[in-house]
């Protein structure tokens, strides 16, 4: 697989991060974002808290719940979120005819006037007739702009392989954005679907320690195929919080059974409402957290 290596080392990511916000550079676009890198304040030593919007929706390859394949409808659901960043799971770049081979990921940006960052957890050679690699993972869309991306390694099962045994694997996203002056970090992330709930045992500790080497305000969202309260969720809880304890079901979308696609959020983020969207764009409903971002991360 190629995977897409981190583009700011930690040791030097602060100066850069000033660079690019001072140049009004951006990585890994795709298409004008509604916010530019010339409206993000100075760094300084304080901050007043941030607004912003954040969702997660797992598209199902742009297919509904009634499993016709069509990205229009699933740009529409998502316009509709009226999110400043969301993080997309179950997404298809150049992957097969159940998506036409279309570039979801960038297509949707395009669509909506965000910015994109695509972390494939799978990246094949390109199908017969066709010249683009496929793919298929998760992907962050954004209003702000992008200062950082990566795709990180975590534990995963291969779907691809007839005898999978746990192994690291890319496809768990972070982009660091810059809002309004302020660096903030949000992760895509779509764990395991087993009912062993090993390996998202061994994913959550994997997630964990990759946000343990970043400071500053932090959003974890995904499919978890597991409800919040799940043992092998625990260790969640306390780095972070659930946004929505009490909120309602999100799968399936017509008539959801479980709570499984969460907001997340470390302890310097406030929470000022959350909901889930009813739509059957997907066979996923999204969830919209409406946060007050504090402190300048980095």
């Given amino acids: 697989m190629n995977r897409r290596t981190r583009w700011i080392r930690q040791s030097a990511h602060r100066a850069l991060v000033a660079t690019a916000l001072a140049a009004g550079v951006t990585l890994g676009v795709a298409g004008p974002g509604t916010a530019s890198a010339s409206e993000a304040d100075s760094a300084g030593p304080a901050a007043p808290a941030v607004p912003l919007r954040v969702a997660t929706y797992n598209i ?5 719940e009634d499993g016709v394949f069509d990205l229009d409808r699933t740009a529409e659901a998502i316009r509709g979120l009226d999110a400043d960043v969301i993080g997309l799971q ?8 159940r998506s036409d081979f279309t570039d979801e990921a960038h297509e949707l940006a395009e669509r909506l006037h965000m910015r994109a960052f695509f972390a494939p957890i799978y990246d094949f050679p390109p199908a017969a007739d066709h010249t683009e690699r496929r793919q298929y993972g998760v992907a962050v869309l954004s209003r702000y702009p992008v200062v950082a991306a990566e795709n990180h390694d975590i534990t995963r099962l291969s779907t691809q392989d007839p005898n999978p045994v746990p192994a690291p694997a890319p496809g768990f996203a972070e982009v660091t954005l810059a809002v309004r002056g302020t660096f903030v970090h949000v992760y895509s992330t779509h764990l395991d679907y087993r009912p062993d709930p090993s390996v998202r045992r061994a ?10 080497e970043d400071d500053g305000p932090k959003v974890l969202v995904g499919d ?4 919040p309260g799940a043992p092998e969720l625990a260790k969640l809880w306390g780095p972070l919080t659930d946004t929505a304890p009490t909120g309602g079901k999100t799968y399936p979308a ?3 059974a479980e709570r499984i696609d969460v907001v997340t959020v470390s302890p310097d983020v406030t929470v000022t409402g959350v909901h889930e969207t009813a739509t059957d764009a997907s066979d996923h409903r999204p969830v919209t957290a409406d946060l007050e971002i504090h402190g300048r991360g980095r």
């Fill in 224 to 227: 978890f195929n597991a409800e």
């Fill in 203 to 212: 994913q959550v500790d994997d997630m964990l320690d990759i946000l343990a």
């Fill in 254 to 256: 017509i008539e959801p």
């Fill in 90 to 97: 179950e997404v298809d770049v150049h992957w097969d005819a």
């Fill in 60 to 64: 199902h390859a742009g297919a509904g």
